[in-house]
């Protein structure tokens, strides 16, 4: 791992940890004001890399199950360096599978091998662990881009 690659990893930490308390709001994007999962990952996208690469459609809270097709996957692979799930590192993104077999609709980012920071329907973005009930929902882990 290259001091560039440590830095970047490091400043997207310290990012997410800039949302933390953010509270919870479905589809927005906005650090301090309201975020869900993936308007973090955005908002901390749109502050160490840039403007975001695609836009967005509306979606509702059940939209992973009502496509058919793993959409949040499909688009971390677009756009993302897909990594490993063993060993993870801190500032790599994981998306999650609530149903066994469903397809991905959580996303949170990693800040140490044992906490991750996430929105979560109901409550602010929050750093908690990544026990066994997320580890075992993983379903893709990813690097963001290196900017420039």
Same mark, same amino acid.
């Given at each position: 791992?290259?001091?560039?690659?440590?830095?970047? !990893? #490091?400043?997207?930490?310290?990012?997410?940890?800039?949302?933390? %308390?953010?509270?919870?709001?479905?589809?927005?994007?906005?650090? %301090?004001?309201?975020?869900?999962?993936? %308007?973090?990952?955005?908002g901390v996208w749109r502050t160490l890399i840039g403007p975001e690469p695609e836009g967005l459609p509306a979606y509702?809270?059940?939209?992973?199950?009502?496509?058919?097709?793993?959409?949040?996957?499909? $688009?971390?692979?677009?756009?993302?360096?897909?990594?490993?799930?063993?060993?993870?590192?801190?500032?790599?993104?994981?998306?999650?599978? =609530?149903?066994?077999?469903?397809?991905? !609709?959580?996303?949170?980012?990693?800040?140490?091998?044992?906490?991750? =920071?996430? #929105?979560?329907?109901? !409550?602010?973005? #929050?750093?908690?662990?990544?026990?066994?009930?997320?580890?075992? !929902?993983?379903? $893709?882990?990813?690097?963001?881009?290196?900017?420039?």
């Open positions: 791992m290259s001091w560039c690659d440590s830095a970047f !990893r #490091a400043s997207i930490v310290t990012e997410a940890r800039q949302w933390i %308390g953010t509270p919870y709001h479905h589809q927005a994007s906005r650090k %301090g004001a309201g975020t869900d999962c993936l %308007g973090l990952v955005r509702t809270p059940d939209w992973a199950e009502r496509a058919g097709e793993d959409a949040l996957l499909a $688009a971390l692979k677009r756009h993302f360096v897909i990594r490993d799930v063993a060993p993870a590192r801190p500032g790599d993104v994981l998306l999650f599978r =609530i149903r066994t077999g469903g397809p991905s !609709r959580h996303c949170a980012i990693l800040t140490a091998p044992e906490t991750v =920071i996430h #929105a979560w329907q109901g !409550r602010a973005v #929050a750093e908690t662990p990544l026990d066994g009930f997320w580890r075992k !929902r993983i379903s $893709a882990v990813a690097a963001f881009p290196m900017p420039g």
